[in-house]
Antibody, heavy 120, light 107 residues
Framework: QVQLVQSGAEVKKPGASVKVSCKAS????????MHWVRQAPGQGLEWMGW????????NYAQKFQGRVSMTRDTSISTAYLELSSLRSDDTAVFYC?????????????WGQGTLVTVSS | DIQMTQSPSSLSASVGDRVTITCRTS??????LNWYQQKPGKAPKLLIY???SLQSGVPSRFSGSGSGTDFTLTISSLQPEDFATYYC?????????FGQGTKVEIK
């Protein structure tokens, strides 16, 4: 069965960076794009960007350009999200999301989420 | 960016009620519209993709309709486990955008 298992919660100080991992299993990792979505406490869902695990190509939301990096290690079927220059309003749950680009681009599987708290 | 307007932002309903949530997009998106359900502390779950296709394993009381810019999610007979927040999302273009959510509460 398809599973996306994310790394554990993080507490970071303002200005620091965080790197969240997402290990995929149960399907061909390079066959589906991986998107990242975040959700601030009590708020809605915000799309951050995608990575094509096959090619390594990325596409980031303009809001995060310059301080986000999405990478992958195909040997261990793991995608990574790194966000730098953290601010208090980056406190959120971050989700990795598998996207079926062969269908309607729907997000059919989600990781369990990683809470990143930014606090001094 | 394509703007998503969901309505209502919240609603109160009883078990057995028919519930309808609408989503309007600022631009034409054909049928590239998806619906998700989120319960507190959990990741969102895909319910409907391509505006009207039911995701595998999702109960048939959920249905979606619409095309172009206007879309609807309907729950034909609300069940206790359906109390949650529902989001629409367009997958027509980048950046992907979500509606602000509709919280379905118990009356």
């Amino acid at each position: 069965q398809v599973q996306l298992v994310q790394s554990g919660a993080e507490v970071k100080k303002p200005g620091a960076s965080v790197k969240v991992s997402c290990k995929a299993s149960g399907y061909t990792f390079t066959g589906y794009y991986m998107h990242w979505v975040r959700q601030a406490p009590g708020q809605g869902l915000e799309w951050m960007g995608w990575i094509n695990p096959n090619s390594g190509d990325t596409n980031y939301a303009q809001k995060f350009q310059g301080r986000v990096s999405m990478t992958r290690d195909t040997s261990i079927s793991t995608a990574y999200l790194e966000l730098s220059s953290l601010r208090s309003d980056d406190t959120a749950v971050f989700y990795c999301v598998r996207v079926d680009t062969g269908s309607y681009g729907e997000s059919d599987y989600w990781g369990q989420g990683t809470l990143v708290t930014v606090s001094s | 960016d394509i703007q998503m307007t969901q309505s209502p932002s919240s609603l109160s309903a009883s078990v057995g009620d028919r519930v309808t949530i609408t989503c309007r997009t600022s631009q034409y998106i054909s049928n590239y519209l998806n619906w998700y359900q989120q319960k507190p502390g959990k990741a969102p779950k895909l319910l409907i993709y391509g505006a009207s296709s039911l995701q595998s394993g999702v109960p048939s009381r959920f249905s979606g309709s619409g095309s172009g810019t206007d879309f609807t999610l309907t729950i034909s007979s609300l069940q206790p486990e359906d109390f949650a927040t529902y989001y629409c999302q367009q997958s027509y273009s980048i950046p992907r955008t979500f509606g602000q959510g509709t919280k379905v509460e118990i009356k």
